[in-house]
């Protein structure tokens, strides 16, 4: 078996191999190199710039035309087509062509499109409360077993803000397919507190006494006026209903202070609130009847 021995290198070629793997390392540092550093260079200043111009957006005149639902929804809408913008130039720079992207964009669409159906309906919900308004930034709501102040409108969630300090984060979509109650949306509403006396009180003392109160708090409207009806005879009291009317941010202030300064009203006239208490009747062997 014959041996096949390799001819040593010489100097001169090892020299001219490295010269050449440098030439080529070099131009594509000079072809490419430069285009990445540029790409991440635009990058940086594009999504910098994107920022400035949100910032700029928020101090404008036009944001403070604007109802503060439609300032945040554009502020989101504003700051993601920016960075998307940004994003294709970059790939534009390092030479991706953009037919080529195009394509790629509309099949990744369509991919995360059918991914993220929830996504892009919370993004149409979004549009539809922008449009059609339903309810405001500041509007008190109630939506299922959560009610609070609407805190935010962006592209994705609203966000309101609790009576007890929580934030709440619920999807475009949900809010717009489904029945929700807008406390704000008119300047007035009806207080109804019921307040139950036992049956030996005096009803016309009882309604004096209810509407003294209620005319008397600061943030009870004369027009309409307070009204107190008999409302129900239950088994162990007279149930009186008061019906007032308040600014609608008031709402609650009134409904506690009714409730306190009834009481009070109660004790110094001698109305009592009774305990429930039930009657039991006991039949004797011989037929009668013993209470």
């Not at 700051?79 to 953009?98: H, N, R, T, W, Y």
């Not at 099949?107 to 892009?120: H, M, N, P």
Request: net charge neutral; proline share 4%; aromatic share 10%.
């Amino acid at each position: 078996m014959e041996e096949t021995t390799l001819a040593p290198i010489t100097l001169e070629e090892a020299t001219g191999f490295l010269d050449k793997l440098l030439d080529k390392i070099y131009d594509f540092a000079i072809t490419y190199g430069f285009r990445l550093l540029f790409a991440a260079l635009l990058l940086f200043l594009g999504f910098k710039l994107t920022n400035f111009i949100v910032k700029l957006y928020k101090k404008s005149k036009l944001y403070e035309r604007l109802e503060p639902t439609v300032r945040s929804f554009l502020k989101s809408a504003i700051s993601i087509g920016l960075k998307l913008l940004v994003v294709v130039s970059a790939a534009a720079v390092l030479g991706v062509p953009m037919s080529s992207m195009v394509a790629l964009v509309t099949s990744a669409g369509l991919t995360i499109g059918l991914a993220l159906q929830g996504g892009l309906s919370n993004i149409a919900g979004g549009f539809v409360i922008l449009v059609f308004k339903p309810f405001s930034v500041g509007d008190f709501i109630a939506f299922g077993e959560y009610s609070g102040t609407v805190k935010s409108i962006s592209l994705f969630y609203t966000k309101i803000i609790t009576v007890d300090q929580r934030q709440i984060v619920i999807p475009n979509s949900m809010v717009s397919n489904n029945v929700l109650i807008d406390n704000s949306a008119l300047p007035t509403r009806r207080v109804d507190v019921t307040f139950c006396v036992s049956y030996d009180s005096d009803i016309d003392a009882v309604r004096r006494i209810i509407l003294r109160t209620a005319d008397s708090d600061p943030d009870v409207l004369k027009d309409p006026a307070p009204v107190v009806l008999l409302e129900k005879q239950d088994s162990s009291s007279l149930n009186f209903q008061c019906r007032t009317y308040c600014p609608s941010d008031k709402y609650w202030d009134v409904y506690f202070r009714l409730n306190e300064n009834v009481k009070r009203a109660f004790d110094e006239n001698g109305i009592s609130i009774p305990y429930p208490q039930m009657d039991v009747h006991l039949h004797s062997a011989s037929g009668g009847d013993a209470k």
